[in-house]
């Protein structure tokens, strides 16, 4: 009988350690989804909320920013969008076509170009766009935007590009130093990266990407584009 008191009592001992373990499992639970609560979830509301804010405004191919960079600006009714990468052969030849026709359009068109770095395929575009655009800090943003198409060629296979472009600069008269912290900046990486989601939720695809009064040209040759921005002018 004794022993039969020792096993019910050993019974009752395993079946009080197993609810007081439930019950500290419980509680650890509890402990779990309240840190959760209050301190997960609104850590996370913050840092979403905070990314979403300094994401920095968007535009659309109908839109002039006020740090777009526009060539021959004026009260015209044409605007022409250009979303390129420096890197993109494509682009560089129809940054000549553009140039080819500006005479034609010049007095009714204003050019905007907007950054387009296709990274994944072009290793050096978002140097050169970063490049470009803090040569703008010393308007000298077109010149450089030249200087990059015109010697494509020469850097796109190198395995390091900033002391070419570096050599660029002192060629435009820029000042290095201011150069170099320009493009380091918030203000520069977010122009580009900023840039570059306005043409995806565009429709940009692939570069060029060449947009006239907001209707992106397919093909885009000399004529098309003489074209294209006379239908314009002739439709207002």
């Not at 979830?41 to 405004?57: E, F, K, R, S």
């Not at 907007?114 to 470009?132: D, E, G, M």
């Amino acid at each position: 009988m004794k022993v039969n008191m020792n096993k019910r009592e050993q019974q009752r001992i395993i079946k009080e350690e197993k609810q007081r373990a439930a019950r500290q499992r419980e509680k650890f639970a509890t402990t779990v989804r309240k840190t959760v609560f209050f301190v997960v979830v609104p850590l996370l509301v913050i840092v979403t909320a905070y990314v979403l804010l300094n994401q920095g405004t968007t535009y659309s191919t109908t839109e002039i920013a006020a740090n777009d960079h526009i060539r021959e600006p004026g009260e015209k009714p044409v605007s022409i969008v250009v979303y390129a990468d420096f890197q993109c052969p494509a682009c560089a030849i129809e940054n000549q076509t553009i140039s080819q026709a500006w005479p034609s359009i010049r007095e009714s068109a204003q050019l905007v170009f907007r950054h387009f770095p296709v990274t994944n395929t072009h290793r050096h575009a978002w140097t050169a766009s970063l490049y470009a655009e803090a040569a703008g800090r010393q308007d000298r943003f077109w010149e450089m935007h030249d200087y990059l198409f015109a010697t494509q060629p020469d850097w796109s296979n190198l395995s390091e590009v900033e002391n070419e472009f570096d050599a660029y600069a002192l060629e435009l008269n820029l000042d290095i130093e201011q150069l170099h912290l320009d493009i380091a900046s918030e203000e520069v990486v977010m122009k580009v990266r900023n840039d570059l989601r306005g043409g995806t939720a565009s429709g940009v695809r692939g570069t060029p990407a060449v947009f006239v009064n907001g209707r992106q040209l397919s093909n885009p040759s000399r004529a098309r584009i003489i074209d294209a921005v006379n239908d314009e002018v002739n439709s207002g």
